[in-house]
């Protein structure tokens, strides 16, 4: 979201956070012992999975399927610890967690490697449900286990902006520190889920902790999160700030303006987010045709070779962000969409095509009148008056305004009824101004109309342009 321009730093600690809560439900799911039911689970998933008919059945079906191989993997691991007991070495090895930074550290790099917490705290409960860690021991390797899942959000932001960058900083320094909360209250932590645990005391022995184990782990588990995060929340400014500082903004290299901005290929199998970049991007787009259609009249009465060229120039660039613009829809438009996110992706097209038709009668039309003017030497400065101005300010005002509205849907929109009819009041009035300043007498006169009269027309195009966009806008 952050790398995409969607959301600040600021707004995603509290997601950060939520989401940590949210990750710690999957030991929630491993901690329930549904040995019994793992084989139905499995058989089910798969026959939904392989011969559903329906999308939603099949997402169904291997969803079960998954949950029955998890479990069953868990039940394996449980069944393959049982030699353990008694082999010494690895008895010593649960000996030394209860150095808690040794604990930390296992955890940590063992959820890094495997870039899942979730499979860190199956292990963790397999061996506190065979009598194999005690929940003191347990406990230091799911503080490192909640570190070392930090190592994927760090991973997916190499090669992003430093504000996705700073995401997976602000991930990593709200575990670290909810870990230095807690690396002084063990015992605590441990009695705590004792206590809003689950025990069955009519059970003894082997039976007993596999009964309470699993689901003191998960709590724990949980607990974690939850104090940590009622804790930090009061601070996701200073997080931010802090991430800022660990992380500062890299020195900016000056990229072709065509680059895209907010194109986020991560984002696409959420359509929604999708169609959010790519309206961003859009309106980027929408900038730069800004900027070129500003400089268009003035280029075309009185501009030199050069700047004919960096008109072209600057139309290639916006021919190309179009280009990627609509590549990254049609990527977009193969996953499924809403009724309201269909009529979106159809509007989002039709408005990049009509930007770059907007660039192209600048750098084609204005540019092609500023070339004729130069070949055939005629003045068209002289012909500038109040009436020739204002309908130009206009025009490029209600593509500023068009443009504007693609940026912010929730802005004002732009009265497309009450600006075209202004809009061709102007047009008259300008076209009647420059044949009022010219006697026609001669062929020179006769061709200074022609060519302010197609500028006025061009103009005017622009103007038509700008209000298709602004009558069917993207939202």
């Not at 394996?76 to 007991?85: C, D, N």
């Not at 004792?194 to 607990?223: D, W």
Request: proline share 5%.
């Amino acid at each position: 979201f952050v790398s995409a321009g969607l959301m600040t730093l600021r707004q995603c600690v509290p997601m950060i956070m939520g989401a940590n809560i949210g990750s710690t439900f999957a030991a929630q799911i491993i901690a329930f012992n549904v040995s019994a039911l793992t084989p139905f689970m499995i058989a089910l998933g798969y026959l939904g999975y392989a011969f559903g008919r329906r999308e939603i059945l099949r997402e169904l079906g291997g969803a079960l399927l998954g949950l029955g191989l998890l479990f069953l993997g868990i039940q394996f691991m449980g069944e393959a610890t049982h030699p353990l007991r008694s082999y010494q070495p690895f008895i010593d090895a649960m000996q030394s967690m209860e150095n808690p930074l040794l604990g930390i550290l296992i955890g940590a790099v063992f959820t890094a490697v495997v870039q899942s917490s979730a499979a860190t705290l199956g292990i963790i409960i397999a061996l506190a449900s065979e009598g194999l860690m005690p929940l003191e021991s347990a406990i230091p390797l799911i503080l490192g286990a909640n570190v070392g899942t930090v190592g994927t959000a760090l991973l997916a932001s190499i090669g992003k902006s430093a504000d996705a960058a700073r995401v997976g900083v602000v991930h990593l320094l709200f575990n670290v520190i909810g870990v230095l909360l807690f690396v002084f209250l063990i015992p605590q932590l441990a009695d705590l889920g004792r206590l809003v645990s689950p025990s069955a005391p009519e059970l003894e022995g082997k039976a007993r902790l596999a009964a309470e184990a699993p689901r003191q782990v998960a709590n724990i588990h949980t607990l974690f999160s939850v104090i940590s995060t009622l804790v930090l929340i009061w601070f996701t400014g200073p997080l931010a700030r802090l991430a800022e500082l660990m992380v500062p903004t890299r020195r900016a290299k000056v990229a072709p303006a065509g680059n895209p901005r907010y194109l986020d290929e991560g984002v696409l199998a959420a359509p929604s987010l999708g169609l959010q970049s790519a309206r961003l991007e859009t309106a980027h787009l929408g900038e730069l045709v800004v900027q070129v259609a500003r400089r268009g009249p003035l280029v075309a009465i009185q501009g030199k070779p050069p700047e004919f060229e960096s008109l072209r120039n600057d139309a290639r660039e916006i021919a190309r962000l179009a280009s990627a613009i609509l590549q990254y829809i049609g990527k977009l438009s193969q996953a499924e969409h809403t009724e309201g996110d269909s009529q979106n992706v159809i509007r989002l097209i039709e408005t990049v095509n009509d930007l770059q038709s907007i660039s192209d009668i600048v750098s084609m039309n204005l540019v092609a009148t500023g070339e004729q003017r130069v070949a055939e030497r005629v003045d068209l400065a002289s012909l500038r008056d109040e009436s020739t101005v204002r309908f130009a300010t206009f025009v490029i005002t209600t593509l500023q305004n068009t443009v504007a509205a693609l940026a912010d849907p929730n802005g004002a929109p732009v009265p497309v009824g009450q600006v075209k009819a202004e809009m061709d009041t102007l047009a008259i009035a300008a076209r009647k101004s420059v044949l009022e300043r010219l006697k026609l007498a001669d062929v020179q006169d006769v061709l200074r109309f022609r060519l302010a009269n197609d500028l006025i027309e061009q103009l005017r195009q622009i103007g038509r342009l700008s209000l298709r966009i602004a009558e069917n806008p993207p939202s």
